[in-house]
């Protein structure tokens, strides 16, 4: 079974960066597309970013463009998500996923 662990989260001012980073294991990564989403308090979980299994066409929500990067690293069998600029509305859990299954989360708290 697939298991995804993410790391890096943290709090940080606002204008300051971050970058996350998703273990995978159990499954092939190199062929696997990859997302990374988030969830506040009493919110329904987001759409951050998204990208496919050969890295290539990344989406963004439109909240995070320009300022977020999503890559996969197929040797070290990792999604990162570059976090840039972060603002406080920033602020949440951040999952990652490969559309099927979850890992625990990592948050990321911006002060402003």
């Known amino acids: 079974q697939v298991q995804l662990v993410e790391s890096g989260g943290g709090s940080v001012e606002a204008g300051e960066s971050l970058t996350l980073s998703c273990g995978y294991s159990g499954g092939t990564f190199s062929t696997t597309s990859m997302g990374w989403f988030r969830q506040t308090p009493g919110k329904e979980r987001e759409f951050v970013a998204g990208v496919a299994w050969n890295g290539r066409m990344p989406a963004y929500a439109d909240s995070v463009l320009g300022r977020f990067t999503i890559f996969k690293d197929d040797a070290k069998n990792t999604l990162y998500l570059e976090m840039n600029s972060l603002k406080p509305e920033d602020t949440a859990v951040y999952y990652c996923?490969?559309?099927?299954?979850w890992g625990q989360g990592t948050q990321v708290t911006v002060s402003s």
């Open positions: 996923s490969d559309y099927e299954f």
